[in-house]
Structures are given as structure tokens and as C-alpha cells.
């Protein structure tokens, strides 16, 4: 398995052990979020997996590497997805989740170790999701060695 998988495992197993998200899914849709890892595209999300946050690489920028090669950095993706039939309570929704999801990742800012360095660099909500779907997408930027 390269590191970079156990990098992305390892966010699923933070985000999954969460209590905050699991609340905050417990309250707003009656169960907990479905983590996984793999595919971010939303078309292949079954309804049924809804409330979902999805791990994966982000294979449209390329690891880079530095310091002697040493040292690597690379960008991944945390696809989130509600069902909401209200348009305003899903915005709140999708910022309260976001939040939750860098909360997380201040408590644990290395990854159990498996990272020297990681931060969510931007989001921004996918505008392919269609009522009463609604996406938005995480950017973490992970610095590791190999």
C-alpha cells in the first residue's frame, strides 16, 4: 500500500471515530455519515449513503516533491454530501459540516503521525448537485515522507 493511502485511510479513520460529525449527522438525518474512500464523483453516490463524506486522492494535481526527495507533498479531496429539502437549512448545513471536518483535523493536525504537516487549504460547494442534493469539496494539502 503506498503512503499516500494510508494517509487518506487514516483521515476516514479520523473523521469516522469524530463524535462532533456523528452528532451533528445523528440530529440533522437520523443516522450517521457514510465515510469512504475512493471515487469523488457525486454521480456514483447512492441516495442511500446520504449524509456521505467521501476521501480520496486528488488526481488532477500532482505530488510534489521536495527537500532531496525526502519529503513529498500532495493535495486531497473530502467530498461531502447532504439531502436537504430546504434550500436555506442546507446551506447552514453544508458550512456547519465543513466546519466540523477542520475541527477534526485541528485535533489531530499530523494525522496520528502519518503526516508532518496538513491543512485544509480551500472549499467550495459543487455546483453540479441538484435539489435536494447538496455537495461541497475540501482541499487538504498533506506534507509527508516516504
Do not use: W
Not at 9 to 15: A, C, H, N, R, S
Not at 26 to 34: D, E, H, L, P
Not at 64 to 73: T, W
Not at 127 to 142: D, G, N, S, T
Amino acid at each position: 500500500m503506498s503512503v499516500i493511502n494510508d494517509i487518506i485511510d487514516e483521515i476516514k479513520t479520523i473523521i469516522s471515530a469524530d463524535t462532533d460529525i456523528a452528532d451533528f449527522c445523528a440530529t440533522n438525518y437520523g443516522k450517521s455519515a457514510c465515510v469512504k474512500t475512493g471515487d469523488p464523483n457525486i454521480a456514483n453516490v447512492p441516495i442511500h449513503q446520504i449524509p456521505v463524506i467521501v476521501i480520496s486522492d486528488n488526481y488532477d494535481e500532482r505530488e510534489r516533491r521536495r527537500f532531496l526527495f525526502s519529503e513529498k507533498e500532495s493535495n486531497l479531496l473530502i467530498t461531502c454530501g447532504i439531502l436537504q429539502n430546504d434550500i436555506e437549512k442546507a446551506a447552514a448545513e453544508l458550512i456547519s459540516f465543513k466546519e466540523l471536518i477542520k475541527l477534526a483535523f485541528r485535533k489531530d493536525p499530523l494525522l496520528n503521525g502519518r503526516v508532518t504537516y496538513s491543512v485544509i487549504t480551500k472549499s467550495r460547494k459543487l455546483k453540479v448537485a441538484a435539489h435536494p442534493l447538496y455537495f461541497i469539496e475540501l482541499v487538504v494539502y498533506v506534507n509527508y515522507k516516504e
